[in-house]
């Protein structure tokens, strides 16, 4: 197994998850292998890490020749919608044309490859539409980083016909869990809610719109949804919503940290902090997958919202 983007927060996720079941894994990152993370030091070890920039075509080749695997998760790219912001083109370059270079190498590629696995958005549908949002509901982005991810996924499906390679793309709703980078909503209340208990910081939370819903899922669910992805033989479809059909407050998720925490904290609404455009609520429909493969979202997200914050306070980034 080929992982690009493999030091990321999914990517280790996936890294594990595959090891875990025996899989030999090439991991392939920007920066090569990561210092710090999800990954313990014997997993780190385990993978074969090489360093690949998906924009470089010739190096994408050379890494997917050498690895020859049977599958390839393809997961590098921009994965914030605030860095997306502030380097669109960028972004555009990275999530576009990066994606195009790894299936043309699995095209190419010496031995076959018996299919790619796309990391999607649902960034992608923008507002969505009422009710659950289906892979029917068309592609209508209402930010950069969306724009982005809509452009990787009809490239990758795209060019994945033309060029006879299987791939599917799997548009993740959110996903949530230990080893996620602070800019993002709960790892970012753990992050505040630690100094708070530590008496680092005054016992008041700042926050945007508390109202807003989203379909989350517990990262360890989700590379195991990618994995059953890369197992189907001949998928019928070649996009899957990766959710759990259910939404969820970030008020929720506040008070599941704060409850953690055990603190008991001030919060104060900031408008600086709410996302202008940003849909009220995102809810996806997975029953295109759970038909598919059986998949379903099983992890609880009171106790993931736990596990990062323990994750958080007793790792470098707390």
Sequence with gaps: MLV???????????????????????????HGRPAAGTLSPAERAAADWQRLDVRDAATVASVVAAARPHRIFHLAGYSSSAAAGVRPADALEVNGAGTLNVVEAAARAPAEVQGVVVAG??????????????????LRPVSVYGAT????DVIARGAGTALGVEVVVARLFPLIGPGQRPVFVLPSFCRRALAIRRGAAHARLAVGNLDVVRDFTDVRDGVGALRTLASLDGPAHRAYN????????????????????????????????????????VIGDPRRLRRATGWRAERDLRACARDTLDWIGTSAVA
């Design 242 to 281: 990766v959710c759990s059909g259910t939404g969820t407050t970030i008020r929720r998720l506040l008070e599941w940290v704060i409850e953690s925490a055990e603190i008991e904290p001030e919060i104060i609404p900031d408008s600086t902090l709410v996302r202008r455009g940003e849909p009220d609520a």
């Design 149 to 152: 991810k809509a452009a990787q």
């Design 121 to 138: 958005s649902a960034d992608a549908y923008g507002r969505g539409a009422d009710g659950p949002i289906s892979e029917r509901t068309p």
């Design 4 to 30: 690009t983007g493999a030091d990321g927060f999914v990517g280790q996720h996936l890294v594990a998850h595959l090891l875990e079941r025996g899989c030999e894994v090439t991991a392939a990152s920007l």
